[in-house]
């Protein structure tokens, strides 16, 4: 049986400094896909996965339990994502997958499959790195417009905005489809 967060915490903060793998181990596949939804790189996301559990475990002395601590674990993972994305180039999405098509040429189903999620990851590199957070938080993560808020910093209203324009954004570069 899992242990509450806040008990592992406690232990950790108490000097039992091993623990702090079992939130870790709770946590890591979902703040790598956060990371991947975000980066579209696997090395990327895996340094930044690690860099937020590193600046957690630094912080955790600050984490006060307002929120539950996937909420500011996500906030972590999501503002070092956002700077580096700022900071760095990005890979060009259309790459992404490209051998994909290639493998699976012998279905017409496949390769309109692939052209769409192409065209999708596309439209999403393309969205504000605000409305871009937004939508990964709401629609991999299944975060709650309050859940977002608190991970972003932003108001709840904000968030839903970003949301809105992020899915309306989408709606219009891909009505071909």
């Not at 990371?35 to 630094?58: G, H, P």
């Not at 790195?129 to 417009?145: I, N």
Request: charged share 25%; glycine share 4%.
């Amino acid at each position: 049986m899992r242990q509450p967060d806040l008990e592992v915490i406690q232990r950790v903060l108490a000097g039992e400094t091993a623990a702090f793998e079992l939130l870790v181990r709770q946590y890591q596949q979902e703040i790598y896909r956060l990371a991947y939804r975000l980066t579209r790189n696997a090395e990327d996301a895996k340094d930044l996965s690690q860099e937020a559990f590193v600046a957690a475990y630094r912080s955790l002395g600050s984490f006060r339990g307002h929120s539950r601590f996937s909420t500011w674990l996500y906030r972590i993972a999501m503002n070092l994502c956002l700077n580096h994305l700022k900071s760095a180039t990005r890979q060009d999405p259309s790459e992404v997958d490209g051998t994909l098509a290639d493998q699976r040429a012998d279905s017409l189903a496949a390769l309109l499959t692939d052209e769409r999620d192409r065209a999708l990851a596309e439209a999403i590199e393309t969205l504000p790195p605000q409305q871009k957070a937004t939508l990964t938080l709401r629609v991999h993560q299944g975060l709650s417009h309050k859940e977002i808020a608190e991970v972003l910093d932003c108001s709840e209203g904000t968030a839903k905005a970003n949301y809105f324009h992020a899915v309306r954004a989408l709606q219009r570069k891909l009505q071909a489809f």
